[in-house]
Nanobody
């Protein structure tokens, strides 16, 4: 019954920043591990970042570590992805996803029960 809605994508220049938001409804956010995935044309979907239900544990893809930060505000039913120092290779459709249990490992294995509709991020050189 969980529904996820992403927003915040857009067109930016290399080196600039974007902040993606994912609002969850229909479930207890604290019981859900949540994460961000992305998929570029011709490439497989990959995990970008994940966060545990409580927010106490996070995981990042090597390609974004140090540049991206995932966070959550359970009181507002929202998960964020702050993306700094964006590169053209970050261009993709970004999807919010969630899985019961609160474990980031589920999402790093691309296991998720719920998915958002995606938001386009385009980084120009």
């Amino acid at each position: 019954q969980v529904q996820l809605v992403e927003s915040g994508g857009g067109l930016v220049k290399a080196g600039e920043s974007l902040r993606l938001s994912c609002i969850a409804s229909g479930g207890s956010v604290s019981m859900l591990a949540m994460g961000w995935f992305r998929q570029a044309p011709g490439k497989e979907r990959e995990i970008v970042a994940a966060i545990s239900g409580s927010g106490g544990s996070t995981s990042y893809a090597d390609s974004v570590k140090g540049r991206f930060t995932i966070s959550r505000d359970n009181a507002e039913n929202t998960v964020y992805l702050q993306m700094n120092s964006l590169k053209p290779e970050d261009t993709a459709v970004y999807y919010c996803a969630a899985e019961w249990g609160g474990n980031v490992q589920d999402l790093t294995k691309l296991r998720a029960s719920y998915w958002g509709q995606g938001t386009q991020v385009t980084v120009s050189s």
